[in-house]
């Protein structure tokens, strides 16, 4: 069978969990992509070669041990640093704490990720994604605004308490 489309499938420097990146790549096989997956405590420059070298049409990234917030943050800039763009995916647990997801959301869609998929419909809503990006391209995709609630945005302190 052809692959409809090429995926890189990373996690960040700190990260040894396996089963993440095990799943992802089924599920993403089971849309037919054709993955290389780089394993755990994946290296920054490991991901750059293999961006470079394969020039895939998505990056997916998965992080699960609480540090895939700053993990993903080196990578993405590294990334740029080294002039490499590619429609970039991310989700799993990005920290320690559920609470922090919208927060972490808002920053990484800022920073440039396509999407990040968090909390309990991460994988309905990649699913979707995929079959937008497989009809459309993964860079025409849009992700949702990531709501943040008054009490966790930046200017929590300033605001009025009644
Ligand atoms: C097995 C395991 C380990 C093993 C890993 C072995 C291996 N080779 O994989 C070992 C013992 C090494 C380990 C170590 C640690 N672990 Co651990 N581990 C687990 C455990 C029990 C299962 C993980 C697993 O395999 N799940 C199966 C896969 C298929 O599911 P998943 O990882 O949840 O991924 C799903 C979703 O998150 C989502 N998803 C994930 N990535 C992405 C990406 C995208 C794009 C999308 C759409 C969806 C998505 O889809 C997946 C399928 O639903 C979990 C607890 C749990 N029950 O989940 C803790 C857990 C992940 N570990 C945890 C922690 C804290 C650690 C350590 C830091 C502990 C320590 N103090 O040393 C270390 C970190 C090591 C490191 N450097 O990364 C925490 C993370 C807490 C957090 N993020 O808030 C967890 C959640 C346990 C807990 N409840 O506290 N761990």
Redesign the pocket.
Known sequence: MNATFRCVLSTVE???????L???QKLLEEHGAEVRNLG??TPVQSVAEAIRADRPDLL????????GFHGAQVLLSALRERGLEVPC?????????VSDDDRVRRALLELGYTDV?LGDD??D??RGFLRFGMAQGFSAWRADRAVITPWDSENAESREVF
């Not at 997916?60 to 540090?67: K, Q």
């Open positions: 700190s990260d040894s969990h396996l089963w993440n095990v799943y992802l755990t405590c997916v990234v998965s992080s699960v041990n609480g540090h995916a991310i989700g799993g647990k990005l920290t320690t704490a998929f991460a994988i809503r990649f």
